[in-house]
């Protein structure tokens, strides 16, 4: 038996009284599992696209338990920040396959969940899953002290693709935060393009109200 943290990304109807889950875990990357009886109403509700859960599953991927570490208030979030879940979820499920202990992916959802139950501003905590997510899929993108004073201009410099850097010096200032989103978007749309993948959504619809 295996059990890990994970992120659910993906649940579909399998067979007659079935479910068929992806999930993302940093331990062990990307599964496909499938949950027997998923669709009673005692199991139902702990598979939802979105949510942290403990999973275990053993050796045939058969999804033996979940427990929820983190949901989000869907019945409360408005239709961009519906989207955000959607966006996240997709990204995941087409980019990271392996596992990277390293990765700072369930953290940095973890946050961007919190900041959107609580209603706060969740572009920073976007931005930093979205970099997060292409450095673990090896599309980091170049951060290099020309690239972002292209982007943000001459007020700040950057030493060696520092991510943390780049986002405390992003984090006050939602402007930039904004100018940093368009970048992203560009960036994203680029590698997904090179990968014939196509968004099913405009990624500007998840920030449009933020």
Request: aromatic share 12%.
């Amino acid at each position: 038996m295996f059990k890990t943290s994970a992120i659910i990304t993906k649940v579909e109807n399998y067979k007659e009284n079935h479910l068929l889950i992806s999930v993302f875990s940093s331990e062990y990357g990307k599964k496909s599992l499938i949950v027997f009886g998923g669709k009673s109403k005692k199991k139902n509700t702990d598979f939802v696209k979105g949510l942290i859960s403990e999973i275990e599953f053993n050796k045939e991927n058969s999804c033996l338990n979940s427990s929820l570490i983190q949901s989000y208030n869907w019945f409360l979030f408005d239709k961009y920040r519906l989207k955000v879940i959607d966006y996240i979820c997709f990204l995941i499920n087409k980019l990271l396959f392996l596992e990277d202990r390293q990765s700072e992916i369930l953290n940095t959802y973890q946050r961007l969940l919190i900041s959107m139950n609580n209603n706060s501003n969740y572009l920073i905590d976007l931005i930093q899953l979205e970099l997060e997510i292409l450095k673990s899929s090896g599309y980091q993108p170049d951060l290099s002290d020309s690239v972002i004073k292209k982007v943000l201009g001459d007020g700040f410099s950057i030493n060696r693709n520092s991510y943390d850097e780049l986002l405390n010096y992003l984090k006050n200032n939602q402007d930039l935060q904004k100018v940093f989103s368009n970048f992203m978007e560009k960036v994203i749309s680029r590698v997904l393009n090179n990968l014939n993948i196509n968004l099913p959504f405009n990624r500007s619809e998840i920030i449009q109200k933020n």
